[in-house]
């Protein structure tokens, strides 16, 4: 079975710098494309940033130029420094992915970030 498994996570000032990570299971992890998206409160869950199989990044433009997606294959987890942190990057962060055309989620990790 896929599992998505996430640490780090916090509350930090503005400003300030968060890490978080996943930790994928039940997939040959190398071939899988990885997400993290985030959802705020009273809003819908939305697109951060995407890792591909080789290691090519995107973001949305949000967080462009602060955040950065990583993957390490050899231990089946993708990471997301977070630096630069804004009120607005408050929300719980979801990694993901896609096996078979069904989404997989990680179990959510709370980002705060105080004005």
């Known amino acids: 079975q896929v599992q998505l498994v996430e640490s780090g996570g916090g509350s930090v000032q503005t400003g300030g710098s968060l890490g978080l990570s996943c930790t994928a299971s039940g997939i040959t992890f190398s071939e899988y494309h990885m997400r993290w998206y985030r959802q705020s409160p009273g809003k819908a869950r939305e697109w951060v940033a995407t890792i591909t199989t080789d290691g090519s990044p995107n973001y949305d433009n949000a967080v462009k130029g602060r955040f950065t997606i990583s993957r390490d294959n050899a231990n089946s987890r993708i990471y997301l420094q977070m630096n630069n942190l804004e009120p607005e990057d408050t929300a719980v962060y979801y990694c993901?992915?896609?096996?078979?055309?069904?989404?997989?989620w990680g179990q959510g990790i709370q980002v705060t970030v105080n004005s």
């Open positions: 993901h992915t896609i096996d078979e055309g069904k989404d997989y």
